[in-house]
Nanobody, 113 residues
């Protein structure tokens, strides 16, 4: 059973940075497709970024150039480095393990203007 635990969310001013972490158990993040999604209040959950085992990454247009997804196999953790944050980035951010369809519990990111 795959379990994902996110951390690192918080309140930050516009232009600031945060790094989210997603620590997995029951799987090897280095061998699986992993991703980040977000859901703003009143909106549908949307794709943010993903990474596949060969190292390739994909990003939503809205975060390209500002967010970076990476993985640490030794700690079985996937990260989302978020820079130049904007108020519209405010959302609950979720980690996803694509093969099992598992989601983490989410971590709140709030960007103040």
């Amino acid at each position: 059973q795959v379990q994902l635990v996110e951390s690192g969310g918080g309140l930050v001013q516009a232009g600031g940075s945060l790094r989210l972490s997603c620590t997995a158990s029951g799987t090897n993040v280095g061998a699986d497709v992993m991703g980040w999604y977000r859901q703003a209040r009143g909106k549908q959950r949307e794709f943010v970024a993903s990474t596949i085992p060969d190292g390739r990454t994909d990003y939503a247009d809205s975060v390209k150039g500002r967010f970076t997804i990476s993985r640490d196999g030794a700690n079985n953790t996937v990260y989302l480095e978020m820079n130049t944050l904007k108020p519209e980035d405010t959302a609950v951010y979720y980690c996803r393990h694509f093969r099992s369809g598992s989601w983490g519990q989410g971590t709140q990111v709030t960007v103040s203007s």
